[in-house]
């Protein structure tokens, strides 16, 4: 797979909106499609400045408490619920792992009301998944929102760790949510940069084509139907993503990078495990492509390059990987 260029540091993200000695942490009770109430999404890398660093304070303190308030909440589960104990212990890690980096000196503010945890084990269980689907969109929007193209970044990765956690307990609701990607309305990859992203990022997806197409070649639908079917979703997402970038690029009057006549392989995709392995490692290499693009774009083509993450995010451990509480931005973590 074509190599990413690395992205700043989690701390050099804070550093740049002037967060690491801490922020004042803000109420997250907004509208969920506009969380900041104005202009998300609308700003341009040239127009940071004052205002830019103090709306990107706001964003890191709304989507710090948001995630508090689900770690709260999954531990309030735990200790309510001993049957969920063990099955929610991967959630709650990734949740402190998630807040070590988004809240590295501890700033945010508990909630004023504790978290309520229903009697029944699975009612409780369904509704927390629900509102982790509800942060995973949440931040997102913060994503969207944030000024700093490092923040947005690690924010998009903060979905994309809830995503996967969320597939891991819930496999088939969270395979299906993951999948749900749009490009519409305004957005675009900001200057000479951009641009460069949504190349890396094509480039990326044109290998991913053709590595996952090899691995598939090694299932099949009556041997290994599930695996099958996983790596052909996975393909023709991949397919679809590639055609998109083109278009994108085609839209703002660039020549897309085209495939190479041929990609290294691993030499064993004999059984179906080496073809699974290979396909979650092209998914982890793609999330860092598109969270690349998340720090390198604005508007919808953020957002964009976001669900993508989540979806393959979510990919890689319906494939047999481990979730990761920042899929795409593992340089992030400590």
């Known amino acids: 797979m074509p190599s990413v260029r690395p992205a700043p540091s989690r701390r050099a993200a804070l ?7 801490g922020i004042t942490t803000v109420s997250c009770g907004r509208d969920e499609g506009d969380p900041r109430g104005s202009r998300a999404g609308s700003s341009s890398r040239s127009s940071r400045g004052p205002s830019a660093a103090a709306d990107d304070e706001a964003v890191v303190a709304g989507a710090r408490t948001d995630l508090l308030a689900l770690d709260l909440l ?5 200790r309510r619920h001993r049957p969920l104990r ?16 988004l809240d590295p000196d501890g700033a945010a503010a508990p909630p004023a009301r504790r978290p309520r945890v229903g009697a029944d084990p699975a009612a409780a269980l369904a509704s927390l998944l629900r509102d982790e689907e509800r942060l995973q969109r949440r931040m997102v929007t913060w994503c969207v929102a944030a000024d700093s193209g490092p923040l947005a970044r690690l924010l998009a990765s903060v979905a994309a760790g809830s995503a ?16 749900v990607e749009r490009l519409d309305g305004t957005g675009r990859a900001a200057g000479p940069e951009g641009l460069d992203a949504l190349q890396r990022v094509l480039a990326s997806e044109h290998a991913a084509v053709w ?4 691995a598939g070649a090694a299932t099949s639908m009556s041997a290994t139907p599930e695996l099958f079917e996983r790596l052909s979703g996975a393909h023709e997402s991949h397919r679809s993503r590639r055609d998109r970038l083109a278009a994108a690029l085609l839209a703002q009057g660039a020549e897309p990078v085209q495939s190479e006549a041929a990609y290294a392989v691993p030499e064993d995709l004999s059984s179906p495990g080496t073809a699974a392995e290979a396909a979650v490692r092209v998914e982890r290499s793609s999330a860092t ?5 998340v720090a390198s774009s604005t508007g919808a083509t953020r957002r964009w390059a976001a669900q993508a993450l989540t979806s393959v995010a979510v990919s890689a451990v319906g494939l047999g990987g481990d979730g990761e509480p920042l899929p795409g931005a593992s340089d992030l973590s400590r």
């Not at 550093?15 to 000695?21: E, I, P, Q, R, S």
């Not at 999954?74 to 735990?78: H, N, S």
């Not at 063990?86 to 980096?101: F, I, P, V």
Request: proline share 2%.
């Open 289 to 293: 492509a598109w969270a690349f693009l």
């Open 15 to 21: 550093a740049a909106v002037g967060l690491v000695a």
């Open 74 to 78: 999954v531990a309030a589960t735990r």
């Open 164 to 179: 996967q956690q969320v597939a891991l307990l819930a496999p088939e609701d969270g395979a299906d949510r993951a999948r």
């Open 211 to 214: 590595v996952l197409g090899s």
């Open 86 to 101: 063990g099955r929610l212990a991967d959630l709650q890690r990734t949740h402190r792992a998630q807040l070590a980096e």
